[in-house]
C-alpha cells in the first residue's frame, strides 16, 4: 500500500486564492519531500523538509511537518493558472526506497 | 547541466514482446531510481541502483530488470509485456546514496496493445 495519502484528490481553487493540501503517511521517516507533475510529464522536486524540521518556505510555498500526527501540509500562497497539476508528496521510509503519495489535482481557474 | 534525459518518449508495443528504456542521468549523480506511473496505482517504486549496484528492489515481477553503467546510465527492460504494464515510466537521479532530492527525466509512455 502507498506509504503516503493526499488530501483533498482534487482541489478547484480561483487564480489569487491560497491551496492546501495534505499528506499523511503511515512510518517514521528521515525527510518528506513535495514533487509537482504537469500533465503526465516528469515530476519537478519543490521542497525538502526533514524530520527535525517542523516548517519550510520556498518563494510561494510553505509546507509543515508534524512527525507526531505523521502528517504533512503544502501551502501555495497567491495561486496563479500555472500552479495547475498535481502534487506528490515521497517519503523516504523502509530504507533507500522512496515512496509517493496518491497525489493531488489542483486546478486553478484563471 | 543538462537534466534528466529518457528515451524513447513514446513506445508502442505488442504483448509478449519486449522492451528496453534508457535514462541519462544529471552529470555527477550516480544514483538512478526507476518508477511505474499508472492511473491505477499511481507512482510505484521499480528499483535503484548506485555505482552500478542494485540497491532497492520495489514488488514487481522478475519481468522487470535493471542495469547501470559505468558511466551512471541505466536500461530497464521488460519482458513478456502485459497489458497492465502499459505506464508512463519515470527516471530519476540524485546525486548521493541516501535519497536526497531526485530529479526527474520527461517519462517514457509506453503503450502495450
Known amino acids: 500500500s502507498q506509504q503516503g495519502e493526499e488530501d483533498p484528490q482534487a482541489l478547484s481553487i480561483q487564480e489569487g486564492e491560497n491551496a492546501t493540501m495534505n499528506c499523511s503517511y503511515k512510518?517514521?521517516?528521515?525527510?518528506l519531500q513535495w514533487y509537482r507533475q504537469n500533465s503526465g510529464r516528469g515530476l519537478v522536486h519543490l521542497i525538502l523538509i526533514r524530520s527535525n524540521e517542523r516548517e519550510k518556505h520556498s518563494g510561494r510555498l510553505r509546507v509543515t511537518l508534524d512527525t507526531s500526527k505523521k502528517s504533512s501540509s503544502l501551502l501555495i500562497t497567491a495561486s496563479r493558472a500555472a500552479d495547475t497539476a498535481s502534487y506528490f508528496c515521497a517519503t523516504d521510509a523502509y530504507g533507500n526506497q522512496f515512496y509517493f503519495g496518491t497525489g493531488t489535482s489542483l486546478t486553478v481557474i484563471p | 547541466k543538462a537534466g534528466v534525459t529518457q528515451t524513447p518518449r513514446y513506445l508502442i508495443k505488442t504483448r509478449g514482446q519486449q522492451v528496453t528504456l534508457s535514462c541519462s542521468p544529471i552529470?555527477?549523480?550516480?544514483?538512478v531510481s526507476w518508477y511505474q506511473q499508472t492511473p491505477g496505482q499511481g507512482l510505484q517504486f521499480l528499483f535503484e541502483y548506485f555505482s552500478e549496484t542494485q540497491r532497492n528492489k520495489g514488488n514487481f515481477p522478475g519481468r522487470f530488470s535493471g542495469r547501470q553503467f559505468s558511466n551512471s546510465r541505466s536500461e530497464m527492460n521488460v519482458s513478456t509485456l502485459e497489458l497492465g504494464d502499459s505506464a508512463l515510466y519515470l527516471c530519476?537521479?540524485?546525486?548521493?546514496?541516501?535519497?536526497?532530492?531526485?530529479?526527474f527525466g520527461p517519462g517514457t509512455r509506453l503503450t502495450v496493445l
Open positions: 552529470s555527477g549523480h550516480r544514483s
Open positions: 530519476a537521479s540524485s546525486l548521493g546514496v541516501r535519497q536526497d532530492t531526485q530529479y
Open positions: 512510518t517514521s521517516i528521515n525527510n
